[in-house]
């Protein structure tokens, strides 16, 4: 079991070897230039009467960037903020204990704290992250399994995964709508029941050029909620090029998993994304997947193919995708591409 990240940072000055990136991934400047961003939606205006501009909204952010932020989204503030409050007492200093009771790398466990080793980059190079990962749902089956400290985490995160999954739906409901497909086709158990919340802490790096606490990836999943914290960090890839996602403590980040991508035939992106570290600050995240049970089919939705748009993906069960998302180092585009027709 490798040592957290967050147990040691505070006592080098230089980023060790194996967490160094070759020269062509390490992501240099600490900031990208800020000449376009992800959009941002405003989801009270769905509620207002005509759902068609938002929808339309949607849709277009989903195709060009793979990501969007949205706000007036119904979420209690307070909860946004005392989750995130939470989540960060969780790998701090005083909650030593609780982070190596839970310290694993045992994949069956249902809820554990780990660091990202070398299994978590295709570079074979060490993350700069550490994260508590857990299942959500069904709640009264997960919730027991979660941390006991901070004391507040099982309430407050059970609140939290309960109403992130509404505004889950909410979304995954205007995306069906404006793809065409049938009503609730999205909330099929076995397309979207498999449901798990990572807590990510990125702590402070004494040389960021040099190192990632996410490296390029896009997830393998139906769709990713994400709530940051105050600290930048998160940047998406578009036509090679890499846009900085500004962070908003109104806003959750939604981005498109590749199981949209091949459901949608390719009208929705999943799109690559990675984290930067910060020299002075440490950055905490929590992000909600939506994913489909391991034997559930992943192909294009039959409403969206005919003989002028054929299946682009072949069918494959998810539990195969994941296995070959695995076996290739977390390279979303080279399993999609094993999967054209």
Not at 161 to 166: G, I, L, T, Y
Not at 220 to 240: A, C, P
Request: aromatic share 8%; charged share 25%.
């Amino acid at each position: 079991m490798e040592k957290l990240v967050s147990s040691w940072y505070n006592n080098v000055q230089r980023v060790p070897q194996d967490y160094i990136f070759p020269p062509e991934k390490r992501p240099g400047d600490l900031r990208v230039p800020v000449d376009e961003v992800i959009p941002v939606i405003d989801l009270s205006e769905a509620e207002q009467g005509d759902r068609t501009p938002t929808i339309q909204k949607i849709l277009k952010a989903a195709q060009e960037f793979g990501f969007f932020q949205v706000i007036n989204h119904g979420f209690s503030q307070n909860l946004m903020n005392e989750s995130m409050v939470v989540c960060k007492e969780l790998f701090g200093g005083s909650n030593e204990a609780n982070k190596k009771s839970n310290s694993s790398e045992d994949v069956s466990k249902s809820c554990r704290v780990k660091t990202c080793g070398v299994r978590c980059s295709p570079d074979k190079v060490h993350l700069w992250r550490d994260l508590l990962l857990h299942q959500c749902h069904p709640l009264e089956k997960w919730q027991h399994t979660w941390p006991q400290h901070p004391t507040r985490y099982q309430e407050c995160i059970g609140a939290y995964s309960v109403e992130v999954k509404k505004l889950a739906s909410r979304i995954l409901a205007l995306i069906c709508e404006g793809l065409g497909l049938k009503c609730g086709y999205f909330e099929d158990e076995q397309l979207s029941g498999r449901m798990f919340l990572s807590v990510n802490n990125y702590p402070p790096c004494p040389e960021p050029s040099l190192t990632l606490g996410l490296s390029k990836h896009a997830d393998s999943n139906l769709i990713t909620i994400l709530l940051q914290d105050g600290v930048y960090g998160l940047e998406v890839l578009k036509e090679d090029k890499w846009i900085g996602v500004e962070p908003n403590p109104h806003a959750f980040v939604v981005n498109m998993g590749c199981f949209l991508q091949v459901i949608s035939n390719n009208k929705l992106k999943a799109a690559e994304h990675r984290v930067v570290t910060n020299p002075n600050t440490a950055r905490t995240s929590i992000a909600f997947f939506i994913a489909s049970l391991e034997d559930r089919i992943i192909e294009p939705a039959k409403d969206l193919t005919n003989e002028l748009h054929p299946p682009i993906y072949r069918p494959c069960k998810a539990k195969d995708f994941l296995t070959q998302f695995l076996a290739m180092d977390g390279d979303s585009g080279a399993v999609l591409r094993s999967l054209l027709a």
